[in-house]
Structures are given as structure tokens and as C-alpha cells.
């Protein structure tokens, strides 16, 4: 006679899917779902030699954003990873320093020397907040760039801007909450709006109109949402776009700006993509914190705003390493007091993760040993990563039944298909959304991973897939991509 | 006639205490408080040069296990740090070989080398559960540790314990849960449990036991529970505990896992100091994997079990690096599908963080290069723990109105203070719980950080101070508590 027994209830069962977290089952996350469990599975087939009987040799993950990935051909900045080998090998500063000089520029070991007496161990907890030196610089970094005051305390380093996020909308949001998230939008905000079972308020980007946000679709967000007794708490936009690629005009951020004063909303700005900027002359980047505090008095002290900025994108693209930061403006210290509270109980970020923002905003300068490398490695990323964009759009605008618009800055593209009435049918047939069938069989036939835009959100009865302008071997990996295409079309035309 | 105004509202408000989330109001978080705060305060006014008249020179952070910081004397091991700088810099195993060869031991060389192969740059994202090479090594170490197969795939790499804990209860929580944990508790528990909304159960160890746990106190709690309608949903257990030092018996755990089959409870096993074990004969450490596994086969594969485990303490002490793990054992395949859900939401732990975990569980063995040294290094810090604690509890089982039960091993004392009625008068004067004023005296005093008891929570009416037992001159440090001490009782007596 077990106990089980004698309390009443059958076999024990434990955590099952009916008695979890049940806003846990309400979050989707695309990015890397079926889809990337299928090349995983090639990947692997094809590593273990079993993959003979596939149509391709080699998996294209063209699906993430992460530039280091094995295969892709970005590098990580020489003087980073000097900095940070240094740091942590302090041996190197020390009893080896006479051959280290042999191998590390001058500056290197001078940064990693000032690091390591500002910091000490980078095993060693920091503050919650970050290191306050590296505070210091972001502060001056903004500064530098917006030509408005930055405070170190308003500033949090975060272990990449997606912790950012997380850490702040459970600070901000209560149940049922509204947040305007657009359309197409990177599908850490649905997911976790859907784990803080707060509201997203949809409202959509033109397309046709290079993705741009109107206001009227804006406010009409904001007065459904009214409509149906659901209070807008904040407002998301990712400028440079993610999926989109586009960069907004600083006209229509004043507009943004002004909204969400008037209405009380937090603006979240998702800036990660701002060093990754194809046009910087006529479509330059514009903070948001610029922007605000540019505005009228009233305006630039009471709009509440809160901008992401990582190291896993730019031209550093050090995503695995976690570093990134948000700036806290016009919040009000109460408030900041609980976001401090929530981010001490994750005691702090990681320390090389703060150290990679601290070499983000204080490069190398002019006349620095380092600088000719560091400049030569980050214009070419950003380079490389512009005309790969310039030519995949191109060229997906000259395919039959796909049209792309030209991206502005970030890392992807996302052009549109248009679905053939019988592909619609198949799909349905097959319990698939379009799109998801879609890159289900271009991996089948090509070995190439992208999105599906169904998990971006698009239009009604558009369809799109989000790929990465990351790919070397451009050339190769458009060709497949339009070979297929073109097969889709006619298989469904 | 701003559109404020229009709307109905009066000025734009935005996030304020009263409309952000209210659980997050409930969550309190003591390692880091007030104290810490008053801490950085004189830290900052001496280094300043302006803290001539406070009654210390330095700040002893004796509040927080943070092995590596500044002024204590754990250094990293050598080996860790040789091949985290190698993957950092590769260059150093390709053009520079040759002088990296006169720096850097063969094996260390070797091992990064194998490491870089497998993953790559360490600046691109992993698989979110983390590399897979990696969990295959955990799981390598778990068969040995315990002599019980582990399933790589069970196993989640995670940004420190901390990060892994705050996952998985967020995914098994429902709102209103109940959950045990232990009296006193290590404070993220109680926050993470406020955050989520789930009722913490507390359950009393036995201070006089050594900080043993009770069956019958486990029992009555889950009783408790029942009678107020609180689903028992999990069982959290420290072990080795903090701030409590003491290590459960044997005997002990299988009653617990025979319970918690019993009542279909998951049991959440900290085994963050699994090796930081002072009396490795007397009083090993037992993992709960193996005590689950070795009960009848119908609990050993009905009790659902997570043991979490990190880089931060043990003899590595790497806080900063932000790696841990957890596994899980008996877990049904749907459940965790929602945790890797969750998981691949944050993109991947930080990879050197996981290279940490590969370092943790794969260390030099005897006969390579750096073997000597890693065991000196490792061997030295554990020893320097256990004679500075063992000093400790004699010390202060010496002085009149304070009792230590001596630690089994994690990095902790936490002895009671016997407070004087005109102490606790005094507090309530103050409006602060009187084991907060003893270590904010204590610090105004002498410059030591402790942490007061209530924030792990203790016997109603009892005080206690946790204490680390990582500070070099434990002489000087022991003597200026000791003398605070005399002299506070001797105040209120």
C-alpha cells in the first residue's frame, strides 16, 4: 500500500503538460522550431557521412542572425578577442608579457591592462547593473552620438539586448496589459508577452511603403485597443527593422515620440541593428533617445523610453559571448529601483559579455596601433553585408512571384511570395501555414534554412520568408534559392 | 491644448510603482540590499580618499560567494583560464603556435584546440540547450559520479544556476503553486517564487541538528499545504546547504525522494557546492540522481527530479562567467519540449560559460602537463575553505550569545545571535529587523559586510548572520567580529 495510494490519487505523475505554467503553452517561438530540427537532422546525417541520398551537401543556415556561425564567413574584430584573451590570461600582462608583446599590439595589452585594474578577475561577480566604468563609457558613447546627456545609473548592462527585454517588460507589465509590437516583428516580443499573458496590439508596417510605420495605423492600434478596455502600456519598434531591414525617417519618429507622450505609453526601442546601416548618408540612423530629447521640453523630460543595444549584431557580431545594455529615459526612480531589485536575484551579466560593450563603444581611435585592422575587419563586415543585401533583393525582385524590399540596415531580408492557389491547397492539405511548407521544402531541396514569416507575423494572406544577408558564397546560395523558387512555381502554377 | 489633455488624462504618467507588475512588488531580495548599497557607498568614499574618518581602511565583502573578487584571495585556476584564452584568441594556436608553445602547456593547448574544432567561435550563438559535445561530457561525469546512466538531451547548459532555476520554475509553476523550500533558503528562491506568483512552503531545518531536515516536518508542511488548498507542485532542497553549510545523510535524501515520489512532487535539488565538502568521509556528497536511481524501479523511474549544478563556486569559484547546468531526470518528453521552448527564447547561455561546465567536469587527469597544478590550486582553496570555517565556528561558538553549528562544506557560516531585549527594543526603534541592525552596525563598526538572517529566513525569534568564509586574514577579520560583538552586547545587555 503506497502512500499514493493512501492519499487518494492514482499514480504519481509530476509535472505533465495539463498542470504547468499554462502561459508557457500560449508562447510560440519560430525561429528556431520544426524547421530547424529538420537541419539539425541533415547537419548531422551529413557530418556522420549518411547523408548521401540528400540533394545537397551541406546545410545553409540562413535562419539567424549570428554572424560567427561555422560556415559563415564573418570574423571576430582581432582587437576584441586581444582584449579579452588578455583578460582572461592576466599571466600574459604579467610573467609573459615579453613574448605577449611579441604577439598583441601595444593598445591591446594597455586596454586589457586598464580593464583588468578597473574590473579585476572577469570571474568575479560585478554589479548588478554592470561594471560602472563601462557605465561611464556607454554614457559617453551616447553622448558622442546624440549630442544629449547620458547617465551612467540609467544604464543597465544585460547578458544581450534579449535579456534586456525579458528583465523589463516582467518589470513593466502587468496581466492583460497592452503592447504594440509590429508587424512583421522578431518573435521575442509575441513570446514574451505570451509568457507575461500581457497583450500584443498589432499594428502593421507598409510594406510598399519600404516598411515604414504610419501613425494613423498607430492610433488606430491604440483606439481598438481602447475599444476593447485593454490599457496601451508600451509601444515596440526595432529600428533598423528585424525582419524588415528598414530604417525609419526621423520625421516619423518625432511622430512616435509626441504619441506615446501623449498617451502615456513606454516607448521600447529595439536599436540592436543601429551600427548596421547600408545608406548612412541618405538613410542615416537616428536614436530614439535623440529624438525625444530633441523635442520640446514637456516632450524630451516626460517621454518614457527604454533602448536595447547588443554586441551580438553590428559589425562585431558576438552573439555567444551575451552582452548588450538598455538606457532608462525619463523613468522614474521608483521604478527603477524594482528593475535593480529584478536584475540583482541574476546577480549580474556576464563579465566578458560587459566587457565586448565596453569595446563596442570605445574602439580603437585613429592613430591607435590597432585601428588600421579594426577598421579594415568592420567596414568589410558591414560591406559584405551590404552588397549581399543589395544583390539577394535584387535579384529575388527578378523572380517570378517574389518581390523584396531592398533592405535599409540590419541583417535580413524578407521577401514576399506569392502563393499560387495551389499551393495554398497543398498546404492545407498538409496542416502547414504556406510559408512554413514553404522553407520546409526549400530545405528539403536545397539544405538552405530561412523563416517562415508566419512567425514574424505579416499581412492577411501575404507570405514571406526571412533570410539572412550573412551567407558567403552569395552567388551559390542565390542560385539554389531561385532554382527552387522557380520549381515551387511551376510544381503549383 | 495637448492631446493629454484630449484624451481625459491629466499629465502623461507612464510606469509608476502602482501600475507596474505587482508580483514584482512582492519580490524581496536581501544579498544585495540596503547594506550592500551602504557598502559600495564607503568603498567608493575610500577609494576616494575622503573616508579618513570612518573606523576601517577597507571594506570586507563577506556577504556575497564571490570567490574571485577583489581583496580575496581565490585565484582562477590556471589551466581554466590558459584554454578559455586560447579559444578567445585562436590566432595563438595558428601563427603565434610557436611562441604560445613557451606560455602555454601542451595539454591546455590541445584541449583548446579540440574545444575550438567542436564549437567553433566562441562568439556565436549554440544550440540553446548548449553544445552538444559539452552536455555529452556532463552527462559522462554524472555516470561517473553516481554510476547511473545520463541522457545528454536531459541536460540544459544555463548562464549559472541561478538562470536555470528561474527557467524551470517558470515553466512548472502554476500561479498559486506551492512550493517547499527549506527554512532558512537562499533568497532566490523566495523572489523567484514571489515573481511567479507561487506560494513558498516553508519547511524549519533543524538548526540543532546541524541544519538537518525532518521527514515529519516535510510532511506536516505538505499537510499544511493541503489543508489550505495549496498544491504541493515541488520540493527545494539546498545541499550542501547555504547559508546553512550542513550535508544531508544519505538516508535522509531517500526518504525525501520516497516522499516526493509519493506525492507526485518534482524535486528541485541545489547542488551548486556539491564540491565543497569539508569531510569527504565522514559526510560525502550524495547527488539525489543517484539516491533517485538507486531506490525501487518504480521510483527510481517515477520520481521526477532537477539538480542544478555551476561554475561559480566549488573550487573554480567563476561567478563572473555566468555557467551552469541542470538535468532532468524522469521529466515526460512534452514537458521538456516547453522548457527548450523557453530556453531557445534566450538564444544560448554564454559560451565560455560552457566551456567553464567542460572545464568543471573534464579537468586535467593525473599525468598531464597540468595536472600538478590544477590539483594544487583546486586542493589549496578547498582546504583554505575548510580552515577558515572550522575557525570560524570555534571562534564564534566561543563568544557569549553566539552559536555556529560548523559547516559540512558549501562557503557559509551562519551563526545565531542570542539578542539582548534591549537590542531588540533598539531595533524596534529604528524600524529594523534587529538582525539587519546588528550587520549594519557591524558593518558602520568595522567595515564587514554580513548578511542579516531574515533574508534566508529563520526561526521565529532566532537571528542569524550568514558570513562567507572566503576572506583572507581570517585573524584580523575574525577578531574585528569578534570585538563588534562583545561590544554590542555588552551595549544592549
Not at 551616447?142 to 518589470?171: C, N, Q, W
Not at 543595444?309 to 557580431?317: A, D, E, F, V, Y
Request: glycine share 8%.
Amino acid at each position: 500500500m503506497s502512500s499514493s495510494q493512501s492519499n487518494g490519487s492514482s499514480a504519481p505523475k509530476g509535472l505533465t503538460k495539463d498542470n504547468i505554467n499554462p502561459a508557457v503553452l500560449e508562447v510560440s517561438y519560430a525561429v528556431r522550431g520544426e524547421l530547424a530540427l529538420k537541419a539539425d537532422k541533415y547537419a548531422h546525417q551529413l557530418a556522420d557521412g549518411e547523408g548521401s541520398d540528400l540533394p545537397f551537401d551541406r546545410v545553409v543556415t540562413a535562419n539567424i542572425g549570428n554572424p560567427q556561425q561555422k560556415g559563415l564567413d564573418q570574423r571576430p574584430i582581432t582587437f576584441w578577442r586581444q582584449v579579452i584573451s588578455l583578460l582572461e590570461y592576466p599571466a600574459l600582462m604579467e610573467e609573459h608579457i615579453e613574448l605577449a608583446k611579441k604577439m598583441y599590439p601595444e593598445d591591446a595589452i594597455a586596454r586589457a591592462k586598464s580593464l583588468h585594474e578597473e574590473i579585476g578577475s572577469v570571474g568575479a561577480y560585478t554589479h548588478s547593473k554592470g561594471i560602472l566604468g563601462i557605465r561611464k563609457r556607454i554614457a559617453k558613447y551616447i553622448e558622442e552620438r546624440d549630442g544629449y546627456a547620458a547617465d551612467p545609473e540609467s544604464i543597465f548592462l544585460t547578458a544581450g539586448a534579449s535579456a534586456g527585454v525579458s528583465l523589463l517588460m516582467g518589470v513593466a507589465l502587468q496581466k492583460g496589459d497592452g503592447v504594440m509590437i509590429p508587424i512583421p516583428q522578431y518573435p521575442l516580443y509575441t513570446a514574451t508577452l505570451a509568457y507575461l499573458s500581457a497583450t500584443p496590439l498589432p499594428y502593421y508596417l507598409d510594406e510598399s511603403g519600404g516598411w515604414s510605420m504610419s501613425l494613423d495605423s498607430l492610433k488606430k492600434t491604440i483606439s481598438d485597443a481602447r475599444g476593447s478596455n485593454t490599457p496601451t502600456k508600451a509601444l515596440v519598434i526595432i529600428n533598423p527593422g528585424n525582419p524588415t531591414g528598414g530604417c525609419l525617417a526621423e520625421d516619423s519618429m518625432r511622430d512616435v515620440v509626441q504619441l506615446c507622450y501623449d498617451e502615456g505609453i513606454l516607448l521600447m526601442a529595439d536599436e540592436v541593428y543601429q551600427a548596421n546601416i547600408f545608406e548612412p548618408e541618405s538613410k542615416p540612423f537616428v536614436s530614439f533617445k535623440k529624438v525625444v530629447r530633441s523635442m520640446s521640453k514637456e516632450v524630451a523630460e516626460g517621454t518614457q523610453l527604454v533602448s536595447f543595444h547588443s554586441i551580438s549584431k553590428g559589425t562585431s557580431g558576438e552573439c555567444g559571448r551575451r552582452g548588450g545594455y538598455f538606457e532608462l529615459t525619463n523613468m522614474r526612480e521608483e521604478v527603477v529601483e524594482q528593475i535593480y531589485k529584478m536584475a540583482s536575484i541574476m546577480l549580474c551579466p556576464p563579465v566578458t559579455g560587459q566587457v565586448g560593450v565596453d569595446l563596442l563603444v570605445a574602439p580603437p581611435k585613429k592613430g591607435d596601433p590597432s585601428y588600421e585592422l579594426w577598421h579594415t575587419e568592420t567596414s568589410t563586415t558591414l560591406a559584405n553585408l551590404k552588397s549581399r543585401s543589395q544583390l539577394m533583393s535584387d535579384r529575388f525582385n527578378a523572380l517570378p512571384g517574389m518581390s523584396c524590399q531592398p533592405a535599409d540596415g540590419a541583417m535580413y531580408l524578407f521577401p514576399q511570395i506569392e502563393m499560387p492557389q495551389r499551393a495554398l491547397d497543398e498546404a492545407k492539405k498538409r496542416g502547414k501555414q504556406p510559408d512554413v511548407m514553404y522553407t520546409l521544402d526549400l530545405l528539403d531541396a536545397t539544405g538552405i534554412c530561412a523563416v517562415a514569416g508566419s512567425g514574424f507575423g505579416q499581412a492577411p494572406d501575404s507570405y514571406h520568408i526571412r533570410v539572412t544577408a550573412l551567407c558567403p558564397g552569395t552567388e551559390e546560395y542565390i542560385g539554389k534559392i531561385e532554382q527552387f523558387h522557380k520549381d515551387f512555381m511551376s510544381k503549383y502554377q
